[in-house]
């Protein structure tokens, strides 16, 4: 640790203000000589005062650093790509084992691997389902198991929510969640398994009925259109087309699939009769995977409310969007001007689950946010049920770092307002007047100078060298892990810094 860090670990601040004062003034800092950074911290433990002067002048340029080809490497083939491997992997082998005639079962049953596919595909993206897994492993791993396994449970955790789109930039980022490889895995697998059934219903066209073999091809088409509507290049440049397409089309492709499975479950190719009784229907492993489809993909809906809201507007670049409820740590929520059309996910600023509001924090990044700015609604339409962040796996640890930038406070905030074993760190420019006094008074009245660092990138010139700050802040705070929400070029800077680093880790993920 630097001598500079030890003086001031956090940046000064005006008490009466909360804005830095880049000239002189006094910082309140804990004696590291004492016991302040145990886990039973007295948060109120008592400080030193000492008094520095620091230069209102531009930094100096951060000097290029590569780091090696296996840190990349290692970054680049995290939890997701490696779910996503294994799933697909693994479905592959069996494709080809039954193509090539040495699977008999998977030949007899392919519809029911298909939506057996498209079941787990669907119950990894199911928020409910998500809550459930983050509750399970909040509930019965905080703190005690050994840090390489809470690190673990995060990073498994962490690709759950993989698609879930965190609106900080126009290209919606897709917010570290790993077990979306299973969702991604499972969904093209699907795809594939439904092409081999198609082609191999029509190899055999003289036991199959017309009406099997065009609706194989509707089915096929439209869960194709729905997977290639959510790859990477179209969910980050056209996030409209994907979410129309890979919703309403995904919407369709499930109608055609339960025409699909009572046409093939009915249909007698040995006597080409219609069976209408029911019971093979009943009795087939394909209705009861397609049941679980539909309710997964219904679930979800059943809590979308309109709802009254407050819109503050400090800026013109941002809008903070006032609920009412408070709401537990890392959670975030979807919001839309209509019920079904172009949700769009923001991190929650909350107090704590008993709070009178929570608040989204939106930065004028895109059409929808531009609206809020330019007209601000009286309502919107959300989901009462929301879903978890990689934020909201922070009581695992003892002590942690929450790094941020610019509108990425949304995310972060509520760890730190509502645990005082985290230090945040939050880089922007100009935040207070940026921001507004709703934010800056929260961050006031709920987080101490000792575990708090904001970086005013204009009054002090410039960008800060992040890792510094990083690797100092993870010292002093004797820190487990840190959690990062920043644009791709910082994410990426910090986390290769941190890993080679050796420091635990989870940010922000692009799969593009």
């Given at each position: 640790?630097?001598?500079?860090?030890?003086?001031?670990?956090?940046?000064?601040?005006?008490?009466?203000?909360?804005?830095?004062?880049?000239?002189?003034?006094?910082?309140?800092?804990?004696?590291?000589?004492?016991?302040?950074?145990?886990?039973?911290?007295?948060?109120?433990?008592?400080?030193?005062?000492?008094?520095?002067?620091?230069?209102?002048?531009?930094?100096?340029?951060?000097?290029?650093?590569?780091?090696?080809?296996?840190?990349?490497?290692?970054?680049?083939?995290?939890?997701?790509?490696?779910?996503?491997?294994?799933?697909?992997?693994?479905?592959?082998?069996?494709?080809?084992?039954?193509?090539?005639?040495?699977?008999?079962?998977?030949?007899?049953?392919?519809?029911?691997?298909?939506?057996?596919?498209?079941?787990?595909?669907?119950?990894?993206?199911?928020?409910?389902?998500?809550?459930?897994?983050?509750?399970?492993?909040?509930?019965?791993?905080?703190?005690?198991?050994?840090?390489?396994?809470?690190?673990?449970?995060?990073?498994?955790?962490?690709?759950?929510?993989?698609?879930?789109?965190?609106?900080?930039?126009?290209?919606?980022?897709?917010?570290?969640?790993?077990?979306?490889?299973?969702?991604?895995?499972?969904?093209?697998?699907?795809?594939?398994?439904?092409?081999?059934?198609?082609?191999?219903?029509?190899?055999?066209?003289?036991?199959?009925?017309?009406?099997?073999?065009?609706?194989?091809?509707?089915?096929?088409?439209?869960?194709?259109?729905?997977?290639?509507?959510?790859?990477?290049?179209?969910?980050?440049?056209?996030?409209?087309?994907?979410?129309?397409?890979?919703?309403?089309?995904?919407?369709?492709?499930?109608?055609?699939?339960?025409?699909?499975?009572?046409?093939?479950?009915?249909?007698?190719?040995?006597?080409?009769?219609?069976?209408?009784?029911?019971?093979?229907?009943?009795?087939?492993?394909?209705?009861?995977?397609?049941?679980?489809?539909?309710?997964?993909?219904?679930?979800?809906?059943?809590?979308?409310?309109?709802?009254?809201?407050?819109?503050?507007?400090?800026?013109?670049?941002?809008?903070?969007?006032?609920?009412?409820?408070?709401?537990?740590?890392?959670?975030?929520?979807?919001?839309?001007?209509?019920?079904?059309?172009?949700?769009?996910?923001?991190?929650?600023?909350?107090?704590?689950?008993?709070?009178?509001?929570?608040?989204?924090?939106?930065?004028?990044?895109?059409?929808?946010?531009?609206?809020?700015?330019?007209?601000?609604?009286?309502?919107?339409?959300?989901?009462?049920?929301?879903?978890?962040?990689?934020?909201?796996?922070?009581?695992?640890?003892?002590?942690?770092?929450?790094?941020?930038?610019?509108?990425?406070?949304?995310?972060?905030?509520?760890?730190?307002?509502?645990?005082?074993?985290?230090?945040?760190?939050?880089?922007?420019?100009?935040?207070?007047?940026?921001?507004?006094?709703?934010?800056?008074?929260?961050?006031?009245?709920?987080?101490?100078?000792?575990?708090?660092?904001?970086?005013?990138?204009?009054?002090?010139?410039?960008?800060?060298?992040?890792?510094?700050?990083?690797?100092?802040?993870?010292?002093?705070?004797?820190?487990?892990?840190?959690?990062?929400?920043?644009?791709?070029?910082?994410?990426?800077?910090?986390?290769?810094?941190?890993?080679?680093?050796?420091?635990?880790?989870?940010?922000?993920?692009w799969d593009f």
């Open positions: 640790m630097s001598d500079e860090f030890k003086k001031h670990p956090i940046p000064p601040q005006d008490p009466e203000k909360g804005e830095v004062d880049v000239a002189h003034q006094a910082i309140v800092t804990p004696d590291l000589n004492e016991t302040a950074i145990s886990n039973d911290q007295n948060k109120n433990a008592p400080s030193k005062e000492v008094t520095v002067a620091i230069p209102a002048v531009k930094p100096p340029p951060k000097p290029t650093h590569k780091v090696s080809r296996w840190i990349r490497w290692r970054l680049w083939f995290n939890m997701y790509r490696r779910f996503f491997v294994l799933s697909f992997g693994l479905n592959m082998i069996g494709l080809v084992l039954a193509a090539s005639g040495h699977w008999p079962y998977a030949v007899t049953y392919t519809g029911a691997i298909v939506v057996a596919n498209f079941n787990v595909a669907i119950l990894m993206r199911n928020e409910v389902f998500g809550r459930f897994l983050y509750w399970i492993i909040n509930a019965c791993f905080a703190k005690w198991p050994p840090l390489w396994f809470r690190l673990g449970c995060t990073s498994v955790l962490q690709v759950i929510d993989h698609i879930a789109h965190f609106c900080f930039s126009e290209g919606l980022m897709c917010f570290a969640k790993h077990l979306g490889g299973i969702h991604s895995g499972c969904a093209l697998s699907g795809v594939a398994w439904l092409l081999f059934k198609v082609v191999w219903n029509f190899r055999h066209m003289k036991v199959s009925h017309d009406a099997v073999l065009v609706m194989g091809v509707f089915t096929n088409i439209a869960v194709m259109v729905s997977a290639l509507s959510a790859f990477p290049w179209v969910r980050n440049n056209h996030h409209n087309v994907f979410e129309r397409h890979h919703r309403f089309v995904g919407w369709i492709g499930l109608i055609f699939t339960w025409v699909f499975v009572i046409l093939g479950n009915t249909y007698e190719p040995s006597t080409r009769t219609w069976n209408l009784n029911g019971l093979d229907l009943i009795r087939s492993q394909d209705f009861w995977f397609t049941v679980g489809m539909t309710v997964f993909v219904a679930l979800p809906w059943f809590f979308v409310r309109e709802v009254p809201v407050d819109i503050e507007l400090p800026s013109n670049k941002v809008a903070i969007i006032r609920f009412k409820r408070g709401m537990q740590q890392g959670l975030l929520a979807r919001i839309s001007r209509s019920s079904i059309m172009e949700y769009h996910a923001f991190g929650i600023v909350s107090e704590g689950p008993h709070a009178k509001y929570h608040y989204l924090i939106a930065g004028v990044q895109g059409d929808f946010t531009r609206s809020l700015v330019e007209n601000p609604p009286k309502t919107l339409w959300t989901r009462e049920l929301k879903f978890a962040g990689v934020s909201n796996t922070s009581t695992l640890y003892k002590r942690g770092i929450r790094v941020c930038t610019g509108t990425g406070i949304g995310a972060a905030l509520s760890t730190c307002l509502q645990s005082p074993y985290w230090y945040l760190i939050w880089i922007g420019s100009n935040q207070e007047k940026t921001f507004g006094p709703t934010i800056s008074g929260l961050i006031k009245k709920h987080i101490e100078p000792e575990r708090l660092m904001l970086w005013d990138s204009k009054a002090r010139g410039g960008r800060p060298d992040t890792m510094k700050i990083v690797k100092e802040a993870y010292e002093y705070w004797n820190a487990e892990v840190v959690f990062l929400t920043s644009n791709y070029i910082g994410n990426t800077e910090i986390m290769q810094g941190c890993t080679e680093a050796g420091i635990p880790c989870f940010g922000t993920l």
